[in-house]
T-cell receptor
């Protein structure tokens, strides 16, 4: 149980295009989803927290207009990298936290999306 | 601020060796503690967790005990396998912060046959 599906797993596109990444919780409802960015051989950097039906909360230094997050349902959140440039190339990982009595439920992670901007 | 520090990698072991990956944390309060594992090209998988002092998390032969007095959560396994080769992340979170995870820098483990 607690499977999170992230799509696509790998995307290569030209500079200036926008890229949408989907994160779905397949067998549970996720009130909260998180988006992370990971550089090679480094830890995960939290970009934003999204709660279903409300605006995402972005971490300091993350451009809201660059990284658009939508969490329209309890099973789907999307991250759109707008007008992507080579410096946006990275591994993006989402996670989802189950709805439940205890707000400290563990997060379940997707397999990540490798984004390469040419 | 709250933070997690792990021992630097890479850690290289022979199969069946004993593994310890050190993790210490700095936090105001009593967080929940987690170990996650990341295999090459994949996302993270929860390995084990502990929510209060002296709790021991265990899974797949891995163990870690929440030590409040030393603010540590060291990961151990008695006999590693080649398939354990991965990057291991220690993390903490607080109930009142919506489950936001703070990760250590990760420790790469390489197990040789």
């Amino acid at each position: 149980g607690a499977v999170v599906s992230q799509h696509p797993s790998w995307v290569i596109c030209k500079s200036g295009t926008s890229v949408k990444i989907e994160c779905r919780s397949l067998d549970f409802q996720a009130t909260t989803m998180f988006w992370y960015r990971q550089f090679p051989k480094q830890s995960l950097m939290l970009m934003a927290t999204s709660n279903e039906g409300s605006k995402a909360t972005y971490e300091q230094g993350v451009e809201k207009d660059k990284f658009l997050i939508n969490h329209a349902s309890l099973t789907l959140s999307t991250l759109t990298v707008t007008s992507a440039h080579p410096e946006d190339s990275s591994f993006y990982i989402c996670s989802a936290r189950q709805a439940g009595l205890y707000s400290n439920q563990p997060q379940h992670f997707g397999d990540g999306t490798r984004l390469s901007i040419l | 601020g709250d933070s997690v520090t792990q021992m630097e990698g890479p850690v290289t072991l022979s199969e069946e060796a004993f593994l310890t990956i050190n993790c210490t944390y700095t936090a105001t309060g009593y967080p929940s503690l987690f170990w996650y594992v990341q295999y090459p090209g994949e996302g993270l998988q929860l390995l084990l967790k502990a929510t209060k002092a002296d709790d021991k998390g265990s899974n797949k032969g891995f163990e870690a005990t929440y030590r409040k007095e030393t603010t540590s959560f060291h990961l151990e396994k008695g006999s590693v396998q080649v398939s354990d080769s991965a990057v291991y992340f220690c993390a903490l979170s607080f109930l009142n912060q919506g489950g936001k995870l703070i990760f250590g820098q990760g420790t790469e483990l390489s197990v040789k046959p």
